[in-house]
């Protein structure tokens, strides 16, 4: 099919609304020139909105910087929407617990090591300030407080994460002095290949590195290769001997320093020659995890083995973009203080991860076909220009090659658009690709044509004809969506009906099936005219130890619970798909040990097949997608069945894009001699739980299931299915949420940037006071105020008991003690304090400030000429007062600048003109947050506001009732203010159910819905 690419009338449609967004300085001016058409876009083509409503594409050569593994709208990516907590955040969700257990035992599995440990955050910076932090907290030399990176590193945009990225543009302007990461060269090899020969005693002499009399072989020194390790690992050795390095932070291969490859043999002797000093490797997967390279981790791809050969492992690896979330991996494991297991993180980006992270490793096969295509036309390309082009690199998906003259760069990327793509530069002179597993040798040949025609125009000065449309293959992304709507709106509905003809043909309606042929059902009544055609197809596709016996079919055909559909045109039978109980089916390997095995209305699929003559309509895909639907129509509760790893490889990824996961992962399954013998044992959730009432909630989960209805999922499946880098593509969806959210504070504070949760709001409010004000970098905050553990800025904020940067915790504010902190805030020297910190209620524990508190420490702050800046996360939704939606509307409260945590992944700052930093990309992250995050919000604030009246009634009726309620029992230190608030107590299961503790203290925090449906108990 042909599809239109971008032109310049998409560009200039672009600007005019996005000007609308820039206006008085609501967010930076820096997104690039196209909006978004999340709907519109397939496979490795990124949807660009028109003027006149039609998607015009962009091919992304770059995957959304290495987010995007399986390209635009992949079926599996679909799953995420079918699993219920994907839409309200629970992380308490009972399914979401159990696909949670499956991502972190795939992990372990991939990883090689079953201590293994795993944290959940918001991205890829956060992942290393978390890994920093923890390598910090169990730091051997207590006086230690500097990162060791290297020379080309990138590491994200948190202060401490800055400071160890190598890029003095985007590092010096928030370095602080006393903070900064010490540096090393990186030993780049000239190729891709890592795998290199280890010198006789490399290893030992490595671990050995600590000695007094440590010494180096001369000989090692002969070879240019190995000089240049050597001479950064004794680099590496004078700084550790220094004892002020508490974590060494390196990625296998530099990414944004511009694809530096380095080998096993480098990596091997980092790692035995740091923990000779004690000080822990942390490797920096974010962008070569989850299967850049040809290795799921590109860290395995290297031989590293211990003095003893054993696998030898960092400390921590950290992945995030593919990964779809931030994740923090301890392959020896890690015990968590009180901070450390405050987790934050969106449950649909980990459920889309865990999606991605399964499709991906049965992508394996691809991923190596693409290197080799990659490479013979990439060095056929520099070839061809080698007087301009050098060193051609591939692995895996990612690709890369040199100009040789770094001024070509720039001409290089301004031509990107023009010729329909999109890559970046990294390094000085590197032209930086990232393709996915939905890129075809078609698609592959317009890139290559582009880039050579690039070459041509810039380096021979002979311009080729642009081409405005691109041939590919059709994804039929319109008809997944179909699916996927279809599904959603059955559990929705919570469908359970006998009589399934109706969703029989709408599923018919969108088989896209010939006049000739017919979608049946096989029962019991019709099993005899169709048994022979189900054998001859069984014998037709496989071999005798794979097919099914005949009387599995009649089984499931005569079940009555058994769901069996075919494709057929005549009497031919085309493909079928047949399942019943899970009881009915007691031999196959597996099936007993799966939790459902007792209940009637959880299937087990035994077969699905398609003829060899209908190969390549997707029909095996539509009927699992069919049966499916009609299992939900019916109101059963699951599906279950087996996939063998890599030779069904196509199978489970249909099975991922409708919400499956790993029930148990068996290995050595199959008794053959097949390279891959392990088999997943998958379930897919049919129904959606009727959710529990939890009055703790509103902070992480701002919608309830009551929240949602047909019209919103299907507006908002786009969302949930692309994740997309918001610093550099938005559409003006989510520019109209953000302005919204914006509107709903002062309007002195609507200037703003986004953020991937609550600690990236930490960091980029400290960015911009300190650029804009120069001052600190001390800050002042109270015990008990909260504001994230995933940077080092704040859990500095937050903790007062091991803090990385200067932070002055002063008691928390009362009437008691306001006349003594005032004191204290008009003998700081406004030059030496960045800002005042607070929560004008306490999210750990829901206390709030008292309003003349709050007025004389703003009014104290103003005279001291330090910023105040609040953290609105608890105190939002009326939760400080019932006359403003946050603290920040009374105009006798309004500070300077403030926080909100969204919920999810999404966060917002915002501020005064005096201390917004409107340079285009100083503040920006990849992610800068995610869109349905940002679309949740915004539903709930449109709901309250538009009904605010019934908001703060029920809000005043459910303070009483649960006063009331409450005053039955032993409580204690009850706190409780607009329905907000906290206790200790001892409380039977029917009532403590329904609160979650934090630090022996029950919360009480609900959203709306949860608020009504306890009102209605």
């Known amino acids: 099919m042909k599809i239109n690419l971008i032109n310049n009338e998409d560009k200039k449609f672009a600007q005019e609304n996005l000007s609308k967004f820039y206006d008085n300085n609501l967010i930076p001016a820096e997104k690039k020139e196209y909006l978004t058409d999340h709907k519109g876009s397939k496979g490795p083509y990124m949807g660009i909105a028109s003027s006149n409503g039609e998607t015009h594409y962009l091919m992304d050569a770059a995957s959304q910087i290495a987010t995007l593994g399986l390209g635009f709208n992949s079926p599996v990516f679909m799953g995420t929407t079918q699993l219920q907590s994907s839409w309200t955040n629970n992380k308490n969700d009972p399914t979401f617990k159990q696909l949670r257990e499956a991502f972190e035992n795939f992990i372990k599995r991939e990883i090689g090591s079953e201590k293994t440990t795993i944290t959940f955050c918001n991205s890829g910076a956060e992942s290393n300030e978390t890994a920093l932090g923890y390598c910090y907290a169990r730091r051997f030399e207590k006086s230690a407080n500097k990162v060791l990176a290297f020379k080309g590193s990138f590491h994200g945009r948190m202060l401490v994460s800055l400071s160890a990225t190598w890029n003095p543009s985007k590092r010096e302007p928030f370095e602080w002095d006393g903070y900064k990461a010490v540096y090393c060269e990186y030993p780049e090899l000239e190729d891709a290949k890592t795998n290199l020969t280890f010198p006789q005693d490399w290893r030992e002499t490595w671990d050995n590195a600590s000695a007094n009399d440590f010494s180096i072989n001369d000989n090692w020194l002969n070879d240019p290769t190995l000089k240049n390790e050597t001479d950064c690992l004794m680099e590496v050795r004078e700084k550790l001997a220094k004892k002020d390095i508490f974590a060494v932070i390196i990625e296998p291969m530099q990414c944004e320093g511009g694809d530096r490859y380095s080998s096993d043999r480098f990596h091997t002797a980092l790692i035995l020659l740091a923990r000779a000093f004690n000080v822990p490797v942390i490797n920096d997967e974010v962008q070569t995890g989850f299967h850049l390279g040809r290795e799921f981790f590109w860290h395995r791809q290297l031989n590293m083995r211990d003095v003893d050969g054993s696998q030898l492992y960092p400390d921590y690896v950290v992945c995030a973009k593919k990964a779809q979330i931030g994740m923090v991996i301890a392959p020896h494991g890690i015990t968590k203080n009180k901070i ?44 061809k220009y080698k007087e301009f082009l050098s060193r051609p690199r591939a692995c895996g998906v990612s690709f890369a090659m040199d100009l040789n003259d770094k001024d070509n760069v720039a001409k290089f990327i301004a031509k990107r658009f023009d010729h329909g793509l999109l890559y970046y530069p990294a390094g000085d002179k590197t032209l930086r690709f990232r393709l996915n597993t939905a890129f075809n040798s078609g698609d592959l040949d317009f890139l290559f044509e582009r880039l050579d025609a690039i070459c041509s125009d810039l380096f021979l000065n002979k311009q080729t004809e642009i081409p405005s449309t691109v041939t590919t293959v059709d994804r039929n992304t319109e008809n997944e969506y179909k699916w996927q709507e279809l599904l959603l709106k059955l559990k929705l509905e919570e469908s359970s009906s006998s009589d399934i003809t109706n969703t029989l043909n709408e599923v ?85 040990r799966s939790s459902s095995f007792n209940d009637p209305k959880s299937l087990y699929v035994i077969d699905t097949t398609v003829a060899k003559s209908s190969r390549g309509r997707n029909l095996g895909a539509k009927l699992k997608s069919a049966l499916t639907i009609l299992a939900c129509a019916k109101g059963y509760n699951s599906i279950q069945g087996r996939n063998r790893d890599q030779l069904a490889g196509r199978m489970l990824h249909i099975n991922l894009a409708l919400g499956s996961f790993e029930s148990h992962y068996i290995k050595e399954d199959y008794p053959d001699f097949e390279e891959h013998r392990d088999v997943v044992f998958y379930s897919t959730p049919l129904r959606w739980n009727k959710e529990e009432i939890n009055l703790s909630s509103r902070k992480d989960s701002p919608l309830s299931c009551e929240d949602l209805d047909k019209e919103y999922l299907h507006e908002e499946v786009p969302y949930l299915t692309n994740k997309v880098c918001l610093s550099n593509f938005v559409n003006t969806k989510f520019l109209s949420n953000v302005k919204d959210i914006l509107n709903s504070i002062p309007a002195s504070l609507q200037h703003g940037f986004t953020t991937s949760g609550q600690s990236e709001c930490v960091d980029k409010l400290t960015k911009t006071i300190w650029v804009e004000r120069k001052k600190g970098p001390k800050s002042i905050s109270f015990k008990g105020h909260y504001f994230g553990s995933g940077s080092f800025l704040s859990r500095s904020l937050t903790d007062s008991e091991d803090n990385y940067f200067p932070v002055e915790h002063l008691d928390h504010p009362t009437k008691e003690n306001i006349d003594q902190i005032i004191k204290n805030i008009e003998s700081q020297k406004a030059d030496d304090v960045l800002g005042i910190w607070l929560e004008p209620v306490r999210q ?60 999810g992944q999404g966060g917002l700052v915002f501020c005064d003109d005096n201390l917004f930093l409107g340079k285009p990309l100083m503040m920006i992250s990849t992610w800068d947050g995610d869109e349905y995050s940002f679309s949740a919000y915004k539903r709930n604030l449109d709901k309250i506001s538009a009904n605010k009246n019934d908001y703060l009634a029920d809000k005043k009726a459910f303070h009483e009732k649960v006063t009331t309620i409450l005053n039955n029992y032993p409580v204690e230190d009850l706190q409780i203010n607009n329905g907000t608030g906290s206790f200790r107590g001892k409380l039977p299961k029917k009532l403590s159910q329904y609160f979650d503790q934090v630090d022996g203290r029950y919360i009480i925090d609900p959203n709306w819905s949860m608020m009504k449906k306890f009102l209605a108990l």
């Open 844 to 903: 750990l524990d829901m206390i709030t400030i008292e309003r003349d508190v709050l007025k004389k420490l703003k009014e104290a702050a103003k005279k001291a000429g330090i910023p105040i800046i609040y953290n609105e996360t608890a105190s939002q939704a009326h939760n400080y007062s019932l006359d403003h939606y946050y603290a920040s509307n009374d105009p006798e409260l309004t500070p300077n600048a403030g926080m909100v945590f969204l919920g």
């Open 508 to 592: 018919a309606g969108i088989f896209e099936l010939s006049t000739e042929e017919k979608l049946i059902i096989i029962d019991g009544a019709n099993f005899s005219d169709w048994k022979e055609q189900v054998n001859r197809l069984q014998t037709e596709v496989y071999e005798p130890t794979r097919q099914t016996s005949i009387e599995r079919f009649e089984t499931s055909a005569k079940s009555p619970y058994g769901i069996n559909l075919a494709v057929v045109k005549g009497n031919e039978l085309l493909a079928m798909a047949f399942s019943s109980s899970l009881q009915d089916h007691p031999l196959e390997r597996g099936v007993r």
């Open 340 to 383: 450390e297991q405050r987790e934050s993180f969106q449950v649909a980006s980990a459920i889309r991860g865990y999606l991605h992270a399964m499709a991906l490793k049965q992508s394996r096969s691809k991923i190596l076909h693409i290197e080799s295509d990659v490479t013979k036309r990439l060095d056929n390309l520099t070839q």
